[in-house]
């Protein structure tokens, strides 16, 4: 079970990660459940793309 919120997590990611493909992959690697549905909207996807390195 993770202590930390999966969107908390994926912003984390986001700074170490070029698309949202690689935090997918890594937040189901650690976990966490529903990766698509957390992260599957346009909101979400373009704040996370703002994080990104690169």
Do not use: C, W
């Amino acid at each position: 079970m993770q202590t930390q919120n999966i969107i908390e997590r994926a912003f984390q990611l986001a700074r170490e990660s070029s698309d949202i493909d690689q935090i997918r992959k890594t937040l189901r690697q650690e976990g966490y459940s529903n990766v698509d549905a957390h992260l599957g909207g346009p909101s979400i996807k373009a704040d996370l793309k703002k994080q990104f390195v690169g």
